[in-house]
Nanobody, 122 residues
Framework: QVQLQESGPGLVNPSQTLSLTCTVS??????????WTWIRQPPGKGLEWMGA???????YVSPSLKSRTSISRDTSKNQFTLQLSSVTPEDTAVYYC??????????????WGQGTLVTVSS
C-alpha cells in the first residue's frame, strides 16, 4: 500500500523559503491518473489546498499562493517537493502531502502523509 512521508525543517525564519519533501513508497509518482498534492492546516483553521503535480509533471497551484509557491518532483527518488517563499507567521501550519485522482481540491485525496508542523518564527 502506498505511503507518503513529509520531511523538512520544523522552524523557518520569516521572509525565508519553506521547503518540504514528500517521499512516496510502495507506489510510483509516475503512475497514471494520480496527482500528488500539498495541503496545509493552520492552527485552529481548516484545510487549505496548496497545489499539486501530476504524474506527467504538470503543476497546479492555488491562485492565492501562486506568486510564492513552487512544486516540483524528483522521479529518481520518487519524491515531490514544495517551496513556499517569503513566509510569514501566517504560514505556520501542519503541512500534508497526499495522493488523489483530481488535480485540484481535497475531496478526492485518498492517501495522506502524517503531516509535519512548520512554524514560522524568528
Amino acid at each position: 500500500q502506498v505511503q507518503l512521508q513529509e520531511s523538512g525543517p520544523g522552524l523557518v525564519n520569516p521572509s525565508q523559503t519553506l521547503s518540504l519533501t514528500c517521499t512516496v513508497s510502495s507506489g510510483s509518482i509516475l503512475t497514471n491518473i494520480y496527482s500528488w498534492t500539498w495541503i496545509r492546516q493552520p492552527p485552529g483553521k481548516g484545510l487549505e489546498w496548496m497545489g499539486a503535480i501530476t504524474n506527467t509533471g504538470n503543476t497546479y497551484v492555488s491562485p492565492s499562493l501562486k506568486s510564492r509557491t513552487s512544486i516540483s518532483r524528483d522521479t529518481s527518488k520518487n519524491q515531490f517537493t514544495l517551496q513556499l517563499s517569503s513566509v510569514t507567521p501566517e504560514d505556520t501550519a501542519v503541512y500534508y502531502c497526499a495522493r488523489g485522482v483530481a488535480v485540484t481540491g481535497i475531496r478526492t485525496l485518498e492517501v495522506w502523509g502524517q503531516g509535519t508542523l512548520v512554524t514560522v518564527s524568528s
